[in-house]
């Protein structure tokens, strides 16, 4: 059992045009360092008390874990297992432009299709696989201490569907409250 502190990465360059990124790899906006600053300051205590603080290898969340990480005197580890979904060809595109190419697909999206690979990417259950994976391994290296993870929304839905989260939003995480069977997949808002 590990508890897991789950921050999502702060605002991106593309989060503030409201592209969907996936696995491209924009960085962080001047809005979104600010937060990552004023974030790093609030969770300083929280963050020196955890035993590592791991991210996702894609730059937004590279750089969020880096200001964290240096406020709290922790050397951020990029995990890949912690990467935001595949999404293919719809990364770079805004909402409009994927409903407009691939209605069947975008609908099939939104009503939260556990097999569909939006733009020839990864499915919700081959996310959900994958992050699970990286939750096990993470209480298997650290022997169930808490950690701090910094990774994407996407990633976080497959463990908790329909969770909202703002940019640099928190949550703790219980691994003994993760199921590996399937959830019930709910409808998502948002964009990953």
């Known amino acids: ?106 609908r099939r999206f939104r009503a939260g299709d556990p097999e569909l690979q939006p733009g020839g990417g990864e499915s919700r259950r081959a996310l959900r696989a994958r992050a699970l994976a990286a939750v096990r391994a993470l209480e298997q290296r650290f022997a169930g201490e808490p950690v701090v993870v910094v990774t994407h929304l996407g990633w976080l839905r497959s463990l908790s569907p329909g969770l909202e989260l703002a940019n640099a939003g928190t949550l703790w995480l219980d691994s003994r409250a993760l199921d590996d069977a399937e959830p019930s997949w709910c409808q998502e808002e948002g964009q990953p």
């Open 1 to 106: 059992m590990s508890r897991l502190l789950c921050i999502r990465h702060a605002e991106s360059t593309w989060n503030a045009l409201g592209r969907w990124q996936g696995q491209a790899d924009p960085p962080l906006s001047r809005t979104g360092r600010r937060a990552a600053e004023a974030l790093a300051e609030q969770l300083q205590q929280e963050v020196s008390a955890c035993a590592a603080l791991v991210t996702s290898d894609l730059v937004r969340a590279r750089q969020t874990a880096g200001i964290l990480g240096r406020r709290a005197a922790l050397e951020p580890e990029p995990w890949p297992a912690l990467r935001e979904a595949d999404i293919g060809s719809w990364s770079g595109r805004v909402s409009a432009e994927i409903e407009r190419l691939w209605p069947e697909d975008y």
